[in-house]
């Protein structure tokens, strides 16, 4: 079938984007070879320097997804010894740096009892956004760490977050200086088969991860993951607008009340003035 699918030009539109999570987590955890490219792209490593990638937290393909899963980042050890936490996220909650850094304090609190402070390994959390939290750099890429913004020295180097901010894509600029990682950020926002293709041309590890991407986008249980997460993330994106759209009722719901009272309150000055005033006559 490999051999075949290899053959064979695609064409037409994707049933799903790789910003679907399920669509995300699956695609990298069956391909290495695309999951190395993703890495070497973002951590600026070379191939030859990845010798062992192992996902710690791997779902079952086309099994329904338990409620451990709805988060579906990929948990997984970097040469015996960084850990790496990759997710996508589509949506703006309004909590990016909270979460990230959530997640990454709970990575980093890894040592067992007993072992040394410095074995201590270390710690990435690495966000693929639609989107740019506010206050943040509209860059397509960035790197954190702990450092003194009066020095600029670096606390430590164990202990990061990176962004890749799939919204911020266009600049002729980050295809120039760093054209992988602009390559793989066009594909995950891809949304026919012909981009694909052309994206294949310009990076070979992409072009070797087309028959990944056609299985997956084939296989009739994967569809159905995906399409459950599509439906998940629009469930979940009217929730948030139904609440928006309580709360403004009742933000002006409030405003009302407190017209009224201001309307009343003012009703009564003005009455207490013509007291006063009838008051100052009789005097």
Known sequence: MANNLNEKKFTGKLPY????????????QKNQTALRGILCSILSMRPEEITSIVI??????????????????????????????????????????????????????QLKNGEDYKQVRKTIHIGILNFTPKGFPPVLFSDYFLYNPRT??????????????????????????MPDLYYWATLFQAS?????????????????????????????????QMEARERYRRDMVSALDFGKEQGLEQSKQKISALENDIEKLSEHVRMLEEQLAETKKDI
């Open 17 to 28: 984007k790789l910003t679907n999570d399920y669509f995300f987590k699956a695609f990298l």
């Open 56 to 109: 710690t937290n791997p779902i079952m393909e086309g099994n329904a997804l338990e409620d451990k899963d709805l988060i579906l980042d990929i948990k997984l050890e970097l040469n015996h010894s960084q850990i790496i936490n990759l997710e996508m996220q589509v949506e703006n909650l309004g909590n990016w740096p909270e979460r990230s850094l959530t997640y990454l304090c709970r990575m980093f609190d």
């Open 152 to 177: 600029k020295h670096k606390y430590s180097d164990k202990f990061g977050i990176y962004m890749l901010q799939l919204n911020q894509l266009g600049n002729p600029e980050d295809e120039r200086n």
């Open 192 to 224: 026919t088969w012909e981009e694909i293709q052309m994206l294949a041309q310009k990076n070979d590890t992409i072009k070797k991860s087309i028959v990944t991407l056609k299985e997956l986008t084939a296989d009739e249980k994967a569809q159905m």
